[in-house]
């Protein structure tokens, strides 16, 4: 950044130059630069328009154009000069401009104010970005439904409470975190509608005198429509809070994942192993090899609530229209753009590091009753109440905890000390594969289910 005495488009109005703490303090450029090639698209697009609607000529249209588009390319190709005393991103173009192609790059910001400009640049921004994270998202999701279809029927033991619950298939709980990636691929679907309304031709606040064509723009623009109130359309940012909660959904849903990966990797569990090259070691202790990924992954989490909590607490109490806080609104956005698209990105290669340890999933499930419920619904089946199936298995679980024997190693006269329903056909029932295949209904966990559900998703995607 240069600090000079760049002329301030409101020097008419003012006696002294602009403090150069304030020049500081005010300035967004260092980080709204990112901007510029959205700022310069709305710029081409109002010039268009001016041109059109002949409130400029065409040919003064077509200059402005052109002084952009070389601009742009300075921009691209890292020539340009931005400048602090400038402020930002849009005074630092139109002041390029103006020493590009003289007086009539004046005549650019003619039925705008910058209020409306970076109302316009954010939804365009931001719309590019949703796109890109979909992408990503996508590559997650698929990921994830390729080892769902290859561990479709891998035992492992599914828990409530932390606690050995039932026996699930491998393939149906990384479909469960496909489901929370689906639902957040819908999400920001539905937060890119409402960030598709064009805001320009608001002005400061009230709108223009100019016989403006917003419409017009909103279809240069790709803009599905305008927004209807000028007042509103200047200071709403809800868009920018929608797009954080949607960012902070998805980085809950990966903080999960990466807990979940982080256990399963531990000496405690071994339930999977993670590629070398997705793990780092320790300074100190040589035999370590650590899940850092996940790790980072969900201490990156904080970040994005924070940013989500920075705009709910920056647009809290603002009275209409355009106030100056609002600038605050960039650094928030970016971070967590940047941090989620990191995240997700971190995630397509995490799900491919992993590799499958059946058989410590396998013994996992084994230990802990996991097919008690099976045995109550067995009873069930022979014709006791539900209730009372329940209190006897409970007896039975009870019985084999002081026996050290898990419910398969059971024999049949000891099931039948406490019920005499129970024949030698329980051990089908109590084995972890026909525990998993009779839960064979939509949504269950049945290795049948996990294929008919990857066939499902595979579609979709
Ligand atoms: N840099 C400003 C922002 O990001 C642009 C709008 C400035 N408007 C104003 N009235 N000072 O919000």
Redesign the pocket.
Known sequence: MTSDKTKKPWDGRFTVPTDEFVEQFTE?VSY?KRLAHYDIAGSIAHAQMLAKTNIISKKEGDEIIAGLKQIEEEITSEQFKWLTTL??V?MNIENALVERIGDVGKKLHTARS??DQ?ATDMRLYLRDEIDDIVLKLNEVITALITLADEYHDTIMPGLTHMQSAQPVTFGHHLLAWVEMLLRDRSRLSDCRKRINVLPLGSAALAGTTYPIDRNYVAKLLGFDDVTQNSLDSVSDRDFAIEFLACASLIMMHLSRFSEELVLWMSEANHYIDLDDAWCTGSSIMPQKKNPDIPELVRGKTGRVYGDLMALLTLMKAQPLA?N?D??ED?ESLFDAVDTVRMCLTAYVGLVSAITVRHDDMRQAAEEGFATATDLADYLVVQGLPFRDAHAVVGKVVQYAIEKNKSLPLLSLPEFQQFSELIKDDVFVVLKLEGSVSARNHIGGTSPEQVKAQVSRLKKLI
């Open positions: 967004s709204d402020e930002d849009h910058r209020n970076i355009y100056r609002n600038q960039k």
